[in-house]
């Protein structure tokens, strides 16, 4: 159907006075409930047209009644759909549905209408507009809340506006997403060159500290690709879910880089390699000395000396115009720095530094995987855990602005969110557009304003 609607507008103007900011300003100001206003309109105009085809089946061929309508039949046990399509007015219930919109609370009267066939009594206005029988908000609301607690403004929305959720509304549509769906696709690892994981604690409900735990792929180009978060989970059922999501023929040659969380050692091990994040190598070791005793002026020549061997430089650019003697000085560092690692391990177990010598032992076998990679394939992969913790960054900052009372689910929802809509901008964008089912049905333009 086509339809004009006309808008009055009044304003008043004191001539030699006013400027240009205060028109725009109060034109601004006008524009959730210019909005409103229309959108009632627009549903009262389809909820007449609908009730018109309903009842004129005289006028009306049935085509023309194609979608609406639909119903389940009066005191049928089986709950089947109706096939009559004519009713009986049955005028308007008392109590109008308030539906809370991205334009503020709309409060629509509910038609009633009768079929002739059953009798059933029913509403084709929410029936047509898809709206579930007890929905009270529809679904750009839902949006523009979910965007506003990611950008961590969600206060900016609320104050000032029509728009009316507690903490409480938004934990529970953070709670009910089903955000979860872009985090079952398989992902292309022929497009990844590492995938990491890592755990941060998250302040949860009564104080209680939770953790959350990250998984992501880093793609050749250096983007990430989020695999899944986690809220007080144990590994060994991330690694079975993250698993799933690689699509993969065989072993790859792609580092599984992480800190050293326990747990981890052999986290992926049938997928990708292990590599110990090198700029926490040295940092671990400090740490484990420190337990044997040894004060930070004792520790520091040792960590200082692990820091340079494994500091091994690779050449970027194209492997295949690499020759074996452009390859040997770094097979020749790898071999001396193994064997310069083993030794400083027999010096600590000689000097009875035992944290210190079991760390570097389990350290050292998982140190040199990205220069065995790229030996093998010439392909420079990550060998810090850096971007995930740029992630754990972003998340946690936006966490931490509304992070009380928050469950186990809504950590992880909120958490996968943030992902996608930082990391994977365009199938967050699909997804709402999927959720909203915006399909081409409506479309509306301004004829003219004039006066
Ligand atoms: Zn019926």
New binding site residues.
């Given amino acids: 159907m086509e339809q004009p609607i006309y808008i009055t507008l009044d304003y008043e103007l004191a001539t030699g006075d006013v400027n240009l900011n205060e028109i725009v300003y109060r034109l601004k100001e006008l524009s959730d409930s210019l909005m409103l206003k229309i959108l009632e309109q627009i549903l009262k105009s389809y909820d007449d047209l609908i009730a018109e085809r309903l009842t004129r089946t005289d006028i009306y061929a049935s085509k023309q009644r194609k979608g609406l309508g639909r119903?389940?039949?009066?005191d049928d046990p089986n709950r089947r759909f109706?096939?009559?399509?004519k009713?009986r007015k049955r005028g308007y219930r008392r109590q109008p549905r308030k539906i809370s919109t991205v334009f503020g609370d709309l409060v629509l009267r509910i038609r009633e209408v009768e079929?002739?066939?059953?009798?059933?009594r029913y509403c084709p206005l929410l029936r047509a507009l898809k709206i579930g029988a007890y929905a009270h908000k529809e679904m750009n609301f839902e949006h523009e809340v979910i965007e506003a607690v990611i950008d961590t403004n969600y206060r900016r929305l609320i104050d000032g506006r029509s728009i009316d959720i507690s903490l409480g509304g938004i934990h529970n549509l953070v709670v009910g997403s089903d955000i979860d769906r872009l985090y079952q696709d398989s992902v292309e690892v022929k497009k990844m060159s590492a995938v990491m994981a890592d755990g941060t604690g998250v302040k949860q409900q009564k104080g209680r500290k939770g953790e959350l735990r990250v998984a992501i792929g880093i793609t050749h180009t250096g983007n990430v690709e989020p695999l899944g978060c986690f809220t007080n989970t144990h590994w060994s059922q991330i690694e079975q879910i993250v698993k799933e999501r690689i699509k993969q023929a065989k072993g790859l040659d792609i580092p599984f880089v992480y800190d050293g969380e326990p747990g981890l050692d052999d986290f992926l091990a049938d997928v990708a390699q292990s590599q110990r994040c090198t700029w926490h190598g040295p940092r671990g070791l400090y740490h484990a000395l420190w337990e044997d005793g040894l004060k930070k002026k004792d520790s520091q020549p040792q960590t200082d000396k692990l820091k340079q061997l494994i500091g091994i430089e690779l050449a970027e650019g194209d492997f295949q115009i690499l020759k074996d003697e452009d390859k040997q000085p770094v097979k020749d560092r790898y071999e001396a720095s193994k064997k310069q690692i083993a030794e400083m391990i027999k010096l600590f177990k000689d000097k009875g530094y035992d944290h210190g010598a079991a760390y570097l032992q389990n350290l050292s076998e998982r140190l040199f995987t990205h220069v065995e990679i790229w030996l093998k394939t010439g392909v420079i992969a990550p060998k810090t855990i850096s971007l995930l913790e740029r992630v754990f960054r972003e998340i946690g900052r936006r966490l931490k602005k509304i992070a009380w009372g928050w469950s186990d689910k809504a950590v992880t929802n909120l958490s996968k969110m943030i992902m996608i809509k930082q990391y994977s901008r365009e199938k967050w964008e699909q997804y709402w557009k999927a959720k909203l089912g915006i399909k081409g049905y409506f479309s509306i333009q301004i004829t003219s304003v004039t006066s």
């Fill in positions: 119903h389940l039949r009066s109706c096939r009559g399509r009713v079929c002739l066939t059953c009798g059933a």
